[in-house]
C-alpha cells in the first residue's frame, strides 16, 4: 500500500475508533435520565443492564488481555501468522469499562432508596430464571475451558500450533458477551410486538447504537485490509465482528418496529390508548405495566 494512502488510511480507522466509542457511549444515557426523570424503575427489569455488567466486564477482559498480555499476543500471532497484530484497539477498552459502569448505575437504580426514590412494590429487583441461567452457565463455561487448559498444559499439535492455551479462556470469555448480547435485546424485542408499541424504548438509544456499529465494523475493515488479509483479519477477531452485527440486526428490528410497524410514540399514546395525548410519566407507567406480563416469565 502507498504509504500516503496507509497513513490516511490508519488515521480514518482512528477516527472511526473513537466515533463509534461516541455513539455507543451516548447510547447508554436515555434509560438512565428517563429512570431519573420517573424517579422509578417501575416496568423496566434488572434482567438488561444485569447481563450488561457480565458482557462488558467480559468485554474488557478481552481487550485488555489482547492490548497488554505478552502472553495472549504472543499465542495470537503464533495461530494467525498471516495476521500476527490483534486488530483490538485501546478504545475497545475504553468503552467496554465505560459500558460497564454505565450497567452497574442502571442496575442500581433498581433499589430506589439508594437514588432517593419512593419505593413501589411494582419494581423488580430480581432478574429472571433465564438471565440467571446465563450468567452462571457462561461462569461454567468459563471455568471448565481453563480446566482444559491447566490440564493440557500447553500442549502442541503435530504442526507445533498451541492446541490448549490462555488464548482459548479469552476467546470463550469473548464468546460469553456475544452470548449476552443476543439474549439481551430479545424480551424487548418480543415485548413491543405483543404490546404493538414502542412507547418508553428510546429511539435515540436505537440509532446510536446503529451507528456505532456500522463505525465499529468500518475500523474493522480498514485494520484487516492494513494488515493485507482482507476478510481475514475481521474474522480472525469474532468478538468485535460479532458484536456489532448482532447489535446491528436488532437496531434495525427496532427501528422497523418504531418508524412502520406502530408509528411514531404519539400516534401509538392515541390509538393504543384512545386518551389522546398524555403526560410522559403516565406513558411510562403504563408501558410498564404492559411490559411486566410479557416479560416476567423470562
Known amino acids: ?37 420517573r424517579r422509578t424503575t417501575e416496568g423496566y427489569l434488572p434482567d438488561y443492564p444485569l447481563l450488561n455488567i457480565l458482557g462488558f466486564s467480559c468485554y474488557g477482559i478481552t481487550a485488555a488481555a489482547f492490548l497488554y498480555s505478552p502472553v495472549i499476543r504472543g499465542q495470537y500471532a503464533a495461530r494467525h501468522p498471516a495476521s500476527p497484530e490483534p486488530t483490538v484497539r485501546f478504545n475497545d477498552l475504553a468503552f467496554a469499562v465505560h459500558a460497564c459502569l454505565c450497567s452497574i448505575v442502571v442496575y442500581s437504580q433498581f433499589w430506589p432508596r439508594l437514588w432517593g ?20 452457565g457462561s461462569l461454567f463455561g468459563v471455568v471448565i475451558t481453563i480446566g482444559i487448559v491447566l490440564v493440557s498444559g500447553n ?9 490448549w492455551a490462555w ?9 460469553v458477551k456475544l452470548l449476552v448480547t443476543v439474549f439481551k435485546y430479545t424480551p424487548q424485542a418480543i415485548s413491543n ?35 493485507s ?40 399514546s392515541v390509538e393504543g390508548g384512545g386518551h389522546g395525548r398524555r403526560d410522559s410519566a403516565a406513558q411510562s407507567r403504563e408501558e410498564g405495566e404492559s411490559l411486566l406480563p410479557a416479560t416476567e416469565h423470562r
Not at 17 to 37: D, E, K, V
Not at 155 to 163: P, Q
Not at 211 to 224: A, F, H, Y
Request: charged share 15%.
Open 117 to 136: 426514590w419512593k419505593p413501589t412494590t411494582a419494581v423488580h429487583t430480581k432478574a429472571g430464571r433465564t438471565s440467571i441461567g446465563i450468567i452462571w
Open 229 to 268: 488479509t482482507g476478510w481475514r483479519g475481521v474474522t480472525d477477531n469474532p468478538l468485535k465482528f460479532g458484536l456489532a452485527n448482532i447489535s446491528m440486526l436488532f437496531d434495525v428490528i427496532f427501528m422497523v418496529q418504531h418508524y412502520i410497524l406502530f408509528g411514531p410514540v404519539e400516534k401509538q
Open 167 to 175: 488464548i482459548d479462556v479469552i476467546n470463550a470469555i469473548s464468546y
Open 1 to 37: 500500500m502507498i504509504p500516503q494512502l496507509e497513513q490516511l488510511a490508519r488515521v480514518v480507522s482512528q477516527l472511526c475508533g473513537w466515533a463509534y466509542f461516541f455513539c455507543w457511549t451516548l447510547s447508554f444515557y436515555p434509560q438512565i435520565m428517563l429512570n431519573i426523570r
Open 155 to 163: 500442549t502442541t499439535s503435530d504442526g507445533g500450533h498451541l492446541k
Open 193 to 227: 410486538v405483543r404490546r404493538k408499541s414502542t412507547i418508553g424504548f428510546s429511539i435515540w438509544q436505537v440509532l446510536l447504537d446503529f451507528s456505532g456499529g456500522i463505525l465499529s465494523l468500518l475500523q474493522l475493515v480498514i485494520d484487516s485490509a492494513l494488515q
